[in-house]
């Protein structure tokens, strides 16, 4: 089980660097809240992987770094820090740092630095700290921050060049693995297996584009009922409306012709009894 020491000042901090991110990981975890104690502890404890911040108290992350390559202990190691900028990245990384993270860091970000950390042994931390050592000024009459900031700029590349070689050598490392463990039989056999899923999976397309193209014609002909079955009772209405038509005009026809009669009757001198008894 891989240790790490977590040299913060902030229990919270510590806290949730070690449930969250650590131990899930599997790996066991030390403490200390200054630098002092962060050096203290590396001497009893030993860890695989430093993750401090660089504003402690009584001495700084990157002076603790210092002070390990000054032992010549050389320890992976993960600097934290709230305000960032390129000068303390490069000294974070001439002293041996394998990563540089600005806080607030995501659980990702963190797990894939440790990880890469746990990748890269002691002797690649002595080999970054001891190519990316600082130059030291052989013309004082060149501007001394224009000089400062070449070197800085110089340094950052070689550490970056370093880490990327670590980087890659891990790949080479873990492609020759994969490799020395790979089966051709068993490649041969995922690849006919991929075949035979592939060729299920043709035959249920064509199985499912059978089935819609039943589908589209049979919905086809139902449209074609209803629409038949839509004009027939078109037509029916439009038969009802002319019987209805027909039915006034009937009912029209014989109210006129009652009228008619009546009106004949009034004019006919019809002569019954009690009219003739009258004119008597």
């Known amino acids: 089980m891989p240790k790490v020491l977590i040299i913060e ?3 919270e901090n510590i806290v949730f ?3 969250n991110i650590l131990k899930p990981m599997g790996c066991s975890v030390v403490t200390a809240r200054d630098g002092e104690m962060g050096l203290q502890k590396v001497a009893e404890e030993s860890p695989d992987l430093i993750i401090t911040d660089i504003k402690l108290p009584k001495m700084s992350g990157l002076d603790v770094l210092q002070q390990l390559n000054d032992q010549e202990i050389y320890i992976p190691a993960i600097v934290m820090t709230f305000h960032g900028n390129e000068r303390t990245a490069v000294r974070a990384l001439r002293l041996g740092a394998i990563d540089y993270l600005i806080k607030p860091f995501d659980i990702k970000e963190m797990q894939n630095a440790i990880k890469r950390a746990f990748r890269t042994p002691a002797t690649a931390v002595q080999v970054q700290v001891q190519t990316t050592a600082p130059a030291t000024p052989r013309n004082s ?5 224009r ?4 070197e800085e700029q ?4 070689q550490t970056l060049l370093v880490k ?6 891990d790949v080479k490392k873990q492609a020759a693995n994969l490799v020395n463990k790979l089966d051709m039989a068993e490649v041969a056999q995922r690849a006919a297996t991929w075949e035979e899923d592939n060729a299920r999976l043709n035959d249920t397309l064509a199985q499912a584009k059978f089935a819609l193209s039943k589908s ?9 009922a209803m629409m038949a079955h839509k004009k027939q009772i078109l037509k029916y209405q439009r038969e009802v409306k002319r019987l209805a038509g027909e039915m006034r005009n009937l009912s029209e026809a014989m109210r006129l012709m009652s009228q008619d009669m009546d ?11 009690e009219n003739e008894a009258e004119r008597k």
Do not use: F, Y
């Open 154 to 157: 110089l340094a950052l590349t």
């Open 147 to 150: 000089l400062q900031e070449m």
């Open 9 to 11: 000042d902030r229990r």
């Open 263 to 273: 009106h004949q009757l009034n004019r006919l001198n019809v002569l019954t009894p």
């Open 216 to 224: 589209k014609h049979r919905t086809h002909a139902v449209e074609e």
């Open 164 to 169: 990327r070689e670590v980087e890659l050598a």
């Open 17 to 19: 660097i070690a449930n």
């Open 141 to 145: 009459r060149v501007n001394d921050g």
